[in-house]
């Protein structure tokens, strides 16, 4: 007798197979049984109608802490996702005080408990379980940070030697790779050769290198090459996170971009990217605001561009542009910048930067798989990326606008992620598979969420199941935590 039986949905396996009608059979965290006309099961449910497909996997996420500080994690979970990759864009969650420091900026309210090294984070998950399954990055900022603060120069010998121990000591608990966020401090000011000799530890064990590449503007292409240099010279496979071409100046770069990746995996590199579905990035304001000006590695941007997402201590300034509050304090944007920074250093905020049509050209491209990049600061008006991504992509870009078949969009958030993170069985339907799976309605699949009203579960999600117990159930979070870590294959 099974535990669980999906009666009749159309089944996105998660491989880019065209859908077929199927029973799947649970018992356990596992799938046990993938056929038509199953039977003989405790509880049955009915997919008539209704796409059954992996829970989704979000490639590129900062839930680090939100992980621990709000375990449910219902914003993933209504939103279809099972399992976060955190630690990205070089904000990884130990050594313990420098990560504190970073956590700050996302969460100023929040008070952590204490734990040591990679693998003592990665304990506290399996002692107080979150909602989704968690598979970490190592991040190359913090490494830094705690290594040799926040200086701009290489690194000596022994705050080398320091690095290098951060990232053996999280690969040893189990790390799928290293992150870097170049355009953020401290990672700014690593050179190349730097993170290099870095990726080389990770050369033969499976690992990547995914990183938020030092410019996305009028930069990206020597961006994009410096990345595939990284991965060349030191042997691993890259992750070009929230690949895009962000201010005007640098609109339709990512058809070059694009090719540059070709390019290096027809010379045999594993280079891929991935995406959020949206012409609007979000990040820190102190990352945006710099030397007086709106602008640098993120791309030329105005008053009217930057959009005030949260800030602890000032929240009638949520959801008005840098634009708008200068005209109220009688001063220009950027001076409206330095008077919101200097309120409050947890600043983040909504970046209006970039273009429909690049984001189709990406999105369509093979090597680009989903990643939300959600920012999860609860309080405020965070980019609606955080709960819509995953349904926006099925029901608006698959759906809506064809821009590829459902089973390639459900692929693209799910084999295909687990195979580049290395998941074992993970992001697939198949016998011996891991239980974590989505029904959703493919007719009414959407996201919901506004920029003016970010926070709003998306429609046509009815259940999500993590390792086999109902996460989502009758489309209501339930509150079971059966997310486990995830450790590099
Ligand atoms: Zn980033
Ligand atoms: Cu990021």
Redesign the pocket.
Known sequence: MHDLLFRDAMLYDGTGAPPVRADVAIEGDRIVSVQAGGQGARKTIDGRGLALAPGFIDV?THDDFAAVAYPDMAFKLAGGVTTSVVG???FGAAPYAAAAVMAKTLHPKLSLPEWQGYAGYLRRLEAHPPGVNIGLLVGHGTARLAAMRNENRAPTGAEMTAMKATLAEGLEAGALGLSS?L??DPGRFAATDELVELCSLMRGTGALYAT?MRDESTGLIDSVGEAIAIGVRAGVPVQI??HKASGRAAWGLVRESLKLIEAAQRRGLDVHADQYPYTAGS?ILSAVYRDGKLRGAIGDLTGEDVVIASTESHPLWEGRSLAQLGREMGCSPEQAAERVLAADTGVTCVLHAMNEEDVRTVMRHPSTMIGS?GIPTLEGKPHPRLYGTFARVLGRYARDEKLFPMEEAVHRMTGFAAAKFGLRDRGVVREGAFADLVLFDPATIIDTGTFEDPKRTPAGIRAVYVNGEAAVDGGQVTGKRTGRVLRRA
């Open positions: 590129h990205n864009c070089g966020g355009v953020y938020h996170s929230h990040t990049d």
